[in-house]
């Protein structure tokens, strides 16, 4: 099971960082992934990150930052220089796809059908 929290409103320029809670899984087995989808676009991977390795869409590289604390069981996503454009509902999604590149693993978890509550971004200009 995974829980999103974190969002909230900001404006264009700050900052939020979202946390992911992991329950019921071995850490060390799943690729983890951020995702979001902003009304009437379709779902898209932000950041995923399996164990050796970190895939950020183009869009946001260099301004999130994924990481995780398998010891806490937490993935976290952290926002900096948000835009307008990065307003959306984010979802944490795990898989068991560590034989993929984590692009790959990425590309898979956005196509699943299960999703949590999600946490609401929204950045004002």
């Known amino acids: 099971q995974l829980v999103e929290s974190g969002g909230g409103l900001v404006q264009s320029g700050g900052s939020l960082r979202l946390s992911c809670e992991v329950s019921?899984?071995?850490?060390?087995?799943?690729?983890f992934g951020w995702f979001r989808q902003a009304p009437g676009k379709e779902r898209e991977g932000v950041s995923c990150?399996?164990?050796?390795?970190?895939y950020y869409a183009d869009s946001v590289k260099g301004r999130f930052t994924i990481s995780k604390d398998s010891a806490e069981n937490m993935v976290y996503l952290q926002m900096n220089n948000l835009k307008p454009d990065d307003t959306a509902t984010y979802y944490c999604a795990a898989g068991a796809f560590l034989q993929h590149s984590v692009s790959t693993a990425c590309s898979i978890l956005s196509k699943s059908d299960s999703w949590g509550q999600g946490t609401q971004v929204t950045v004002s200009s």
């Open positions: 019921g899984a071995t850490m060390a087995y799943y690729t």
């Open positions: 990150i399996s164990t050796s390795d970190i």
